[in-house]
């Protein structure tokens, strides 16, 4: 059973920043595509972006582009997704999610993703 832990919500005022957090204790990222969800008060959830495992390609939803970036850092396990220009329309809470199929096409056209993050909660108000 893989482990997704997240961490770095919290509350941030419009224009700021945010970095969130998913460490994968003990596995190796490039066999997984990992990637970030978020689900709003009353809304369904969306995807934000997404991590291949094993050639690291990048995939963001257009709510996401110019402003979020997915990265990881192999030795940590750790998959960062960085926020920055945060809106109040960015408020939700954010799953890291993983799929045991390394690909963006799996990931994200699929939606074939085994493995769900607790979440975080990130809230952008002044």
């Known amino acids: 059973q893989l482990q997704l832990m997240e961490s770095g919500g919290g509350v941030v005022q419009p224009g700021g920043s945010l970095r969130l957090s998913c460490t994968v204790p003990?596995?190796?990222?490039?066999?997984?595509?990992i990637g970030w969800f978020r689900q709003a008060p009353g809304k369904d959830r969306e995807g934000v972006a997404c991590m291949s495992g094993y050639d690291g390609k990048t995939y963001y939803a257009e709510v996401a582009q110019g402003r979020f970036t997915i990265s990881r850092d192999g030795p940590k396990s750790t998959v960062y997704l960085q926020m920055n220009n945060l809106k109040p329309e960015d408020t939700a809470v954010y799953y890291c999610?993983?799929?045991?199929?390394?690909?963006?096409?799996?990931?994200?056209?699929?939606?074939?993703?085994?493995?769900w993050g607790k979440g975080a909660l990130v809230t952008v108000s002044s």
């Open positions: 999610a993983a799929s045991e199929t390394p690909t963006i096409a799996a990931f994200w056209l699929h939606q074939r993703v085994e493995y």
């Open positions: 003990g596995r190796s990222l490039i066999d997984y595509a």
